[in-house]
């Protein structure tokens, strides 16, 4: 494309085809206004014919029709709360995850179902061989007829192999180990990521297929991984735990079908992937009764409640300015609580190191937890215990004051059902719950709160 060059100058607007200064100027005020480049394509040919196609263009709001996604359930009920109610064909879901965590196990199983629903469901596998896969499927009892495997890396290979096998649902495992041999760099490489889940989109939306492509993180996130991709794929999941733990929790952060923030809480079984239908159970599995630092607390997943239980430790510094080390809540958080609970509530800290950790691997990032953590500290530098049948609720503010906090109804129903007795909520929601289902006890302030608990 040919592109014009013009000079113009920004003060009043007079173009040349030559740089200098602007004459007009000159002879106006005197002054010496330099000309400054500016580039322009001219418009490509024929963008005077264009015209929208039929039934395309504005339109009014109200006649917009929402397409819901044509879904298919993979009957994996915690992936398919995830996914939004399943997987809509022509989108391209990112299941990222450190290796080992369970992502091909997961995908495995669901090309169970979707073999049934959507077939043939192509598996390609870049870095297993078919055999490892079967061996797999074996173990999990997954033996589909209309599941194609095929041991590959070359992504071009693969897509010119789609109009034979004609797959409806397409598995990548991994998209950092599949390769476009056109580009020169590396499989892995950014370029190749980003150019490969590109090729893959286009195929996706252009033939309607299902496909999920697996990504693998490290822990620093530092290799070109699903980072890159997030922007490009219509669903990001994230699969987390401890590898060394059974439980999984799949996550969203993005989902342009569905809400993003829903869970899905897996354990790793001798048979694959068995789903936690009930994760606050699940989480508060192994709590100790009576142990000074534990505090039980109801945090919202998406729409979820889901019961946490937090601990913190508080011992005195050995040498030197004290630690803080957090695990499962946000450092700066925890510290600003720590700061509102030794300025307000008089407990000193200073010289105390403070380790908070959520148990079971769970994340507490949301401010409803904060009275949670300031009484799990206290409980813990007071080495008393909160009682085992409470569950504590209500953001933190600087002056020590409890917030009111979203989804109130929906946590206590979660605290109801799980058998606990009675909740510490703000002060300030008290009069809004209507008949709540399990005893509630407002507080204002933090000193409130722990004189209600600890004393
Ligand atoms: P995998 O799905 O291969 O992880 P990823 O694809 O994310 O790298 O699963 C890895 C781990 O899961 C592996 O350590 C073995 C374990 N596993 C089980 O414990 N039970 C099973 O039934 C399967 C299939 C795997
Ligand atoms: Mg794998």
């Not at 019961?307 to 508080?314: C, G, K, M, N």
């Not at 129903?413 to 719950?433: N, Q």
């Not at 302030?445 to 004189?451: E, K, N, P």
Request: contains cysteine; charged residues 25%.
């Amino acid at each position: 494309m040919r592109v014009r060059t013009a000079y113009r100058c920004q003060q009043c607007g007079f173009a040349s085809p030559k740089a200098g200064t602007c004459p007009d100027c000159k002879r106006a005020t005197g002054e010496l206004v330099p000309l400054v480049e500016e580039r322009e394509a001219p418009p490509p040919r024929g963008l005077h014919r264009r015209i929208a196609a039929p039934g395309t263009g504005p339109r009014p709001l109200k006649d917009v029709v929402v397409e819901r996604g044509d879904r298919t359930l993979t009957r994996i009920g915690e992936l398919d709360r995830v996914l939004g109610g399943g997987v809509v064909r022509g989108s391209l879901v990112l299941i990222g995850g450190d290796p080992g965590i369970g992502k091909s196990t997961l995908l495995l199983q669901a090309a169970r179902a979707l073999s049934d629903a959507l077939p043939p469901v192509l598996y390609v596998t870049a870095e297993e061989s078919a055999a490892q896969v079967k061996l797999r499927a074996d173990r999990l009892g997954v033996a589909a007829a209309e599941l194609l495997l095929w041991a590959e890396t070359d992504l071009a290979l693969v897509e010119a192999e789609l109009d034979r096998v004609q797959p409806r649902a397409l598995i990548i495992d991994s998209i950092q180990t599949v390769f476009l041999p056109q580009l020169e760099s590396a499989p892995g490489s950014v370029a190749q990521v980003r150019e490969c889940a590109a090729r893959l989109m286009t195929i996706a939306k252009s033939r309607g297929i299902a496909t999920f492509l697996v990504g693998h993180v490290t822990k620093d996130g530092a290799i070109a991984g699903p980072r890159v991709l997030e922007h490009l794929v219509d669903t990001v999941l994230y699969f987390e735990g401890d590898q060394h733990a059974a439980y999984r929790v799949l996550r969203a952060v993005k989902n342009r079908f569905g809400s993003t923030n829903e869970i899905g809480v897996f354990r790793m079984a001798d048979r694959g992937l068995v789903e936690v239908p009930n994760p606050s159970g699940f989480f508060l599995a192994e709590r100790p009764k009576d142990a000074p630092g534990s505090v039980v607390v109801a945090s919202l997943e998406g729409t979820r409640p889901v019961l946490l239980e937090l601990q913190a430790l508080v011992a005195p510094a050995a040498f030197g300015t004290p630690r803080r080390t957090v695990l499962g809540a946000d450092y700066n958080r925890v510290a600003v609580l720590l700061a509102v609970l030794e300025k307000r509530a008089g407990v000193p800290l200073g010289n105390q190191d403070v380790f908070v950790n959520v148990a079971g691997g769970g994340r507490a990032l949301e401010p409803a937890a904060d009275l949670g953590i300031v009484l799990a500290a206290a409980s813990s530098f007071m080495d008393r215990p909160v009682a085992g049948d409470i569950v504590v609720i209500g953001e933190v503010g600087l002056t020590g004051e409890v917030r009111a906090v979203s989804g109130l109804e929906a946590r206590l129903k979660e605290i109801a059902a799980l058998g606990f007795r009675a909740a510490l909520v703000p002060a300030s929601s008290l009069a809004e719950l209507r008949d709540p289902p399990v005893e509630t006890t407002g507080v204002a302030t933090v000193t409130d709160a722990l004189r209600r608990l600890l004393d």
